[in-house]
């Protein structure tokens, strides 16, 4: 296995796996996860040295033009998801297990707990915007956490200094609080860094109800989420359907030390759960 350095860092498939077992504690209590640390997690460290050095507002208002028409082809969920099987996420620091499985994990703590149907989809479709990474994408612009672009960086963003190496850092108008934005604008209209939570919204977004869309598109919007940054840009609608992400991400995080789940025992369910919501092939 090859060691990653932020001068030898991470770059093919076959060394994700076995990277990513070498870091996982099963059992971790709560406090224990989302833990970054440039010494102890190098890998994950470079993923955001390369994401925040790269997540310009070109480049994200680019990835938008080019991915959101949906022209890439149509897929089942289902098709979509295998893919998935051969990724693991160089941002996360928490889990050994197969993309689907963490998917299957996900959606099954919110069935046991009793949530609307809607919501255990949610968290079965939640990461299918990975399949990014199938369209050749390097993972700095698929997974991590989000931020918006275009405005000022938050203290809160995991690995802040390394902004220090965007080229929006010389743009003043990108350097203010609001940026090319204003007050309480509405997060439909700031653009956030580019990633999977953005796209499987627009895959999605004809389908499911509002707290299910913004489960999936804020997701990994951990600055607001977690932190309370960014609320001068937000409306009073996102205030009140945050209410519904913070629902949703104890579900993403801590589910991630649960056993492994049994797919040819789960697989007659969500066949039927797709089909209550979903068209038999999605546009991607």
């Known amino acids: 296995m090859r060691v990653a350095t932020a001068e030898n860092p991470l770059a093919n498939l076959e060394d994700w796996d076995d990277y990513v077992a070498s870091r996982y504690q099963e059992g971790k209590a709560q406090s224990e996860f989302r833990q970054y640390d440039e010494k102890a997690t190098p890998g994950v460290a470079e993923f955001y040295r390369q994401n925040h050095a790269n997540q310009t507002l070109d480049f994200v208002l680019a990835k938008k033009k080019e991915y959101l028409g949906l022209n890439i082809g149509k897929k089942t969920v289902w098709e979509a998801a295998e893919f998935l099987n051969t990724l693991v996420d160089d941002s996360d620091p928490d889990t050994d297990l197969s993309q689907v499985e963490h998917l299957l994990q996900t959606s099954e703590a919110i069935r046991r707990d009793g949530h609307p149907r809607w919501f255990v989809l949610t968290g079965f479709i939640h990461d299918l915007g990975k399949v990014l990474c199938l369209y050749g994408e390097p993972q700095w612009a698929v997974v991590g956490d989000t931020f918006p672009v275009g405005c000022a960086w938050s203290d809160q963003i995991v690995f802040p200094e390394y902004f220090a190496a965007n080229p929006d850092s010389a743009v003043p108008e990108y350097q203010t609080k609001y940026g090319i934005y204003s007050p309480n604008v509405g997060l439909d209209n700031v653009h956030l860094s580019w990633g999977h939570d953005e796209y499987i919204y627009h895959v999605v977004k004809d ?78």
């Open 207 to 284: 389908y499911l109800p509002e707290p299910a869309l913004y489960m999936l598109r804020y997701h990994s919007f951990y600055p607001a989420h977690k932190h309370g940054a960014y609320r001068h840009l937000m409306s009073k609608h996102d205030e009140e359907m945050f209410a519904a992400v913070n629902d949703f991400n104890p579900y993403d995080l801590y589910s991630k030390g649960s056993a492994k789940p049994n797919l040819a025992e789960l697989k007659p369910y969500y066949d039927d759960l797709f089909a209550e919501f979903l068209p038999e092939k999605l546009a991607w």
